[in-house]
C-alpha cells in the first residue's frame, strides 16, 4: 500500500494505464453482478426523487457506468462525473456524449471545491472510496455539497463475517482477482496487487456505517452482495 500522502498520486497514476481495461476487469472478476448493483443504486435515487428533479453527482466516476444510469432517470435535471483520473474521464466521455443532461469534471473528492455548499440532492461512489487519500475530509465534502434531505450512496467492497465464506472469498480476492487483471493486461500491473490489499484499510460495514453517522449523515443502513464481498451505503443529510 502506498502511504497515505503519496496515495492519491499512485491512484490517479496507476487508473490511467489500466483505464481502457477496467470495465472488462469489473465484470470479469465479479462475473458481471457490478452491473446490478449498478442498477441497484439507480433504482434508489429514482425512488428518492419522486416526482421533482434532483442534480446529481458520480464521484470517483471512473468510466462512468454510475453516471450513466443517473443520467437515464426521468428526473435527473443534471449528472455531474467526477474523477481525476484523465483517461478514465475519457472514457466516460465516449458513454455519456449522448446524454446531454451530463457534464464531465475532473475533480479531487477531498476537495471539491468548484461545488458550493448544499448544490446537490445526490451524491454516488462506486469502487472508490476506498482509494481516496483521506476519507474523513472526502466524507466533509460530500456532506457540505449536498442539500439538507440530500442521499448519500457508496458501493464498494466488504467484509464477509462467515469465517469458511471468508476463507473462499480472501483466495479468490486476493489470488484470482489480480491474476484476472494479470490476463486482461498482458503482464503484471501493481494496480491490480493493490485493488484487493486496499479493502484491508477500509472500515468493514459497521464501521463505514459509524463514521457515516459520525460525519453527520442520519438513517443510516447498508445492504450487503455476494455474502459481504460488496455492500451498498445509503445515508441522508438531515433535513
Not at 19 to 44: G, P
Not at 97 to 105: A, D, E, P, V
Not at 106 to 135: C, H, I, K, M
Request: proline share 4%; glycine share 6%.
Amino acid at each position: 500500500m502506498p502511504s497515505s500522502d503519496k496515495k492519491a498520486s499512485f491512484v490517479k497514476e496507476n487508473f490511467n494505464q489500466i483505464s481502457k481495461k477496467y470495465d472488462l476487469f469489473n465484470d470479469l472478476n465479479s462475473f458481471f453482478l457490478h452491473r446490478l448493483w449498478k442498477n441497484q443504486i439507480a433504482k434508489i435515487i429514482k425512488a428518492y426523487c419522486k416526482n421533482r428533479e434532483i442534480i446529481c453527482m458520480d464521484l470517483c466516476c471512473g468510466t462512468g457506468d454510475i453516471s450513466l444510469r443517473l443520467s437515464q432517470i426521468p428526473n435527473a435535471k443534471l449528472v455531474y462525473a467526477v474523477d481525476f483520473s484523465e483517461n478514465m474521464l475519457e472514457i466516460a466521455h465516449e458513454k455519456l456524449k449522448t446524454q446531454t443532461n451530463t457534464q464531465i469534471q475532473q475533480g479531487d473528492a477531498t476537495n471539491l471545491a468548484n461545488f458550493p455548499n448544499e448544490s446537490l440532492d445526490v451524491v454516488t461512489v462506486g469502487f472508490g472510496l476506498r482509494n481516496v487519500s483521506n476519507l474523513p475530509k472526502a466524507l466533509g465534502e460530500i456532506y457540505r455539497v449536498l442539500k439538507k434531505g440530500g442521499i448519500f450512496v457508496n458501493l464498494d467492497v466488504g467484509k464477509v463475517k462467515n469465517p469458511i465464506l471468508r476463507v473462499f472469498a480472501n483466495f479468490y480476492f486476493f489470488k484470482i482477482v489480480p491474476l484476472i487483471g494479470y490476463l486482461i493486461w498482458g503482464g503484471k500491473n501493481q494496480m491490480f496487487d493493490y485493488l484487493p490489499i486496499s479493502s484491508l484499510y477500509y472500515p468493514s460495514q459497521e464501521e463505514l456505517k459509524n463514521i457515516l453517522e459520525k460525519s453527520g449523515f442520519t438513517n443510516v443502513s447498508y445492504k450487503n452482495f455476494v455474502f459481504g464481498n460488496a455492500t451498498m451505503h445509503i445515508g441522508y443529510k438531515p433535513k
